[in-house]
């Protein structure tokens, strides 16, 4: 894929190896909040523990699971929009964060190449700011684009490119539908020029209608820009459609990986097929024909998961074997790793 054309000749980060295959690199990455019991952090939510994975540059990554997996705080952490408890993350070769987060590199550095689309736009665009001083902001506080003027035609650039009019720069985000509001997000997250996108479930907020024109519109954009996403959702078949590989996340580790369409042919872990075998089927004939998997009890607690394999309580599959010790990710086939001691 192309490179991303840069702003006023600024593209690459200085010392970035760009012979290094992966863009991004996430190593056994961990974020724990504590949870307070009167005037002492007693216990602590696991929302991500361990994950490790990769995305090459241009690719799409889609990270699946049912709410409360961790999806959104892994992808928030890779940002370092929260701090991560531990792990490491490096991004073009170079490390973003590494072991203890006191010990860090500043993030700022990385901002410009890191950026993110929020669930709900509504909620993520300042109610009193216009569109044009959103757009903007970014520009302004890494010093892109000249002057004003300049900056200015930037703006109109990136609301034309997301598909809004240009006189759209003088109104304010409640006068936006909930479609218009998520371009406007979109030019955000573009204005400073990034390599790498978190698409924090960008169309689960948005009408049905709505959603494929986002969806091909990101794809357009990758397709133009070279740009990698790490893309969160809960439709399959939305992250089928979109992603070259696709994690399965549940209860705050990856239990699955591998290409998109492999994972969909030939799931191997149980939480898998359970997600796969829920996903609607518009054809009526084939989804009276779809046997689905009910999975018996609740998710477990985040503070207090299960030993072992953490899906062993709710696994059609689990044995006593299941408690003793946590399966590792493992390869059973070029590309498909899984994580369960049963297969």
Known sequence: MPEPNGVNGMNDMSGMNHKNANLLEVDGLKKYFPVKNGLFAAKRVQA???VSLSIAKGETLGLVGESGCGKSTLGRSILRLIEPTAGTVRFGGE?????????????NRFRRKMQIIFQDPSASLDPRMTVGEIVREALDIHNI????????????????RVGLNTEHANRYPHEFSGGQQQRIGIARALAVDPSFIVCDEPISALDVSIQSQIVNMLEDMQKELGLTYLFIAHDLSVV??????????????VVELSNADELHLHPLH????????????????????????ILEGDLPSAIDPPSGCR?????????????????PLREVSPGHTVACSMI
Not at 96 to 103: E, M, Q, W, Y
């Open 95 to 107: 490390t973003v964060f590494g072991g203890s987060a006191a010990k860090s590199p500043n993030p």
């Open 240 to 253: 089928k459609h979109i992603s070259d590989r696709v994690a399965v996340m549940y209860l705050g580790k």
């Open 270 to 293: 149980p939480y898998t097929k359970t997600l796969i075998s829920a996903a609607p089927i518009p054809d009526p004939r084939k989804s009276r024909a779809n046997k689905r998997i």
């Open 311 to 327: 899906f062993r309580t709710r696994c059609p599959i689990a044995k006593p074997s299941c408690a003793a010790a946590e399966p």
């Open 145 to 160: 684009g000249g002057g004003r003027k300049e900056r200015a035609e930037r703006v109109r650039e990136l609301l034309s």
């Open 48 to 50: 991500v523990d361990g």
